[in-house]
Structure formats: structure tokens, C-alpha cells
């Protein structure tokens, strides 16, 4: 039944945000939102979302990515994109004592995707982990730790090379394997004395 007062495609962008959040455990955006409801232009969707907010059906921060909030939904939490992460070849970051203490930006996620823990996001770059679903330029979840079963998704410091990557975690004799998921890419062999665990992943967030 269609609320009082909500217009038909206003009816539909909250239908479409209901089902987004159920589907994926965070907020859509206006570029989701448009192509999810076949509308016209993204300044036609900030209107009706405009208009959502000034009826009370929804709450939004502008300044925070994926911010859409239904007042009838679960409570959720911030979470800090502290950067990129390299799922391929390594690349140079800051060294682990020195990560930004500021995030890029914050994800409004609720508690269902973060599981009740802690976590920070990170973004990823490289396509070694496409085997996993985890492509160019999706969103990885992290918790931070120093330790990891084998099989485990980490992101591990390689002290020497000064560099961070993505992979799965293997014990072998006096080395470590960290292993791509992406059958076209070898694995990668370091010194237990070399590398140090950063976090694991603890969720996916697929961009669209």
C-alpha cells in the first residue's frame, strides 16, 4: 500500500532503497538509485530524495558516502576508508605505523555487514583476487590483527619492499605463501621475518 502522500516514483526510489539495504547491508547511491529506478538524471533523483528528506521518510548525510537511512531500519555504523589496497602486484603505501589517522571518507553500514566488530575499509586495486569476487575498485571490510589462520584474506606488510597486498594466507616450511585468487597469477613467496598481518577481511562491498 503506497504511503499518504508519497508519490508513485517517490514509492518506488524507497521500495528500491528497502530492497538494496536488505540485499546488500548498506545504502545506495543517487548513481545506483537511478539506474535501479530508471529515472532520467541524477539532479531528477536528488530531488525525490530531497523531498523524501523533508517528508521524514528518510535521513541522509550529504558529506557521508552511502548515507540513506529508512527511519524503520536497523541502526548502523560508521566506518573510515582509510585508502586503497593492492589486489595484484604490490604497491608502495605508508609504512603500518604511520596509516593516515584520517579517513578519505565514511561508509554508513549497518551492523549486519560489519558483523559487531571494529573494522575499517579499504579499497581495492588490482584484479588477483576475481576469483574471489572481489574486483577493481570494490570495497574490502577489514578487522585489524596480527594473526591469521591459513586460508584467511589478509592484508599483509611487506616490510623490505615497504609495500601492502591482498591474498590468502598459507603456512609452508620456513616461508609464506600468499596466494591470489585469480587462476592467470602466481603466488607470492616471503620470509616469515619480512611481513606482518595487518587484518582480515571481514566483508565485501561490490561497486555496481
Known sequence: MRKPGVSQTRQRILKFIHD??????????????????????????QHHLNVLQSQESIHRDPKVFRSIKLPDRKTTVRVP???SIAAGE?????????WRSEAEETLDLTDDLTQGKEVYALRVKGLSMVDALIDD????????????DDGDMVAVWL???????LKRLYREQQRIRLQ????QMGPVYVDPENMEIQGKVVGIIRKL
Open 20 to 45: 538494496f539495504l536488505d540485499e546488500r547491508g548498506y545504502a545506495p547511491t543517487v548513481r545506483d538509485i537511478l539506474r535501479g529506478c530508471s529515472l532520467s538524471s541524477t539532479a531528477v533523483v
Open 81 to 83: 576508508l582509510l585508502g
Open 90 to 98: 604490490p604497491i608502495p603505501v605508508p609504512s603500518s605505523d604511520t
Open 137 to 148: 575498485g570494490d570495497i574490502v571490510l577489514m578487522q585489524p590483527a596480527s594473526t591469521a
Open 159 to 165: 616490510k623490505g619492499e615497504q609495500e601492502v597486498t
Open 180 to 183: 591470489p585468487a585469480n587462476s
